[in-house]
């Protein structure tokens, strides 16, 4: 990641969120084992040189309120990683609407008309039309922190 420019980096994965220590929630990489999971604290440390980091997984977009500092977890390790926009969920997702949702997101931003709001906001609009995924949890969860170019 570090000398090269991405659009998008995106994981699709488990999240994990630790209340009491934000700096070790993360994203499982791997099975169990000492390195399967990248920690916020280690995420702090990358040069991520992206648009957008996507991290389509469970409740990725939580962590701490600290007073003085403003939320701690993952969306805020991405940002000072580099990224320019962070896509994140605030509560368990379904792996079938969220798969759903995000094919339908990559296909608006491929668009030259859609901004990533834009693009969030159509895909949300297809989930939301249909009756199996109308109900807020599925079309919902996922919201975008930082830049909208």
């Keep these: 990641l570090k000398n090269n420019r991405f659009r998008f980096v995106h994981f699709a994965t488990h999240g994990l969120v630790n209340d009491d220590r934000p700096d070790y929630s993360g994203l499982?990489?791997?099975g169990s084992g000492t390195d399967a999971l990248l920690q916020a604290s280690e995420i702090f440390?990358?040069?991520?040189?992206a648009d957008?980091?996507?991290l389509s997984a469970c409740e990725?977009?939580?962590g701490q309120l600290v007073k003085g500092e403003g939320m701690v977890g993952l969306t805020r390790a991405f940002m000072y990683a580099g990224a320019s926009t962070v896509a994140v969920?605030?509560?368990s997702v379904s792996d079938q609407s969220t798969s759903t949702l995000m094919r339908e997101f990559y296909g608006h931003?491929?668009?030259?008309d859609a901004s990533k709001t834009e693009a969030l906001q159509r895909a949300k609009?297809?989930?939301?039309?249909?009756?199996?995924?109308?109900?807020?949890?599925h079309w919902a969860p996922f919201i975008l922190v930082g830049l909208n170019d």
Excluded: K, Q
């Design 28 to 30: 499982a990489l791997a």
């Design 45 to 49: 440390n990358l040069p991520i040189n």
């Design 52 to 54: 957008m980091v996507v």
């Design 60 to 62: 990725t977009g939580l």
């Design 89 to 91: 969920s605030l509560w």
């Design 109 to 112: 931003l491929r668009g030259a």
């Design 125 to 137: 609009l297809t989930l939301l039309s249909d009756e199996s995924t109308a109900h807020p949890f």
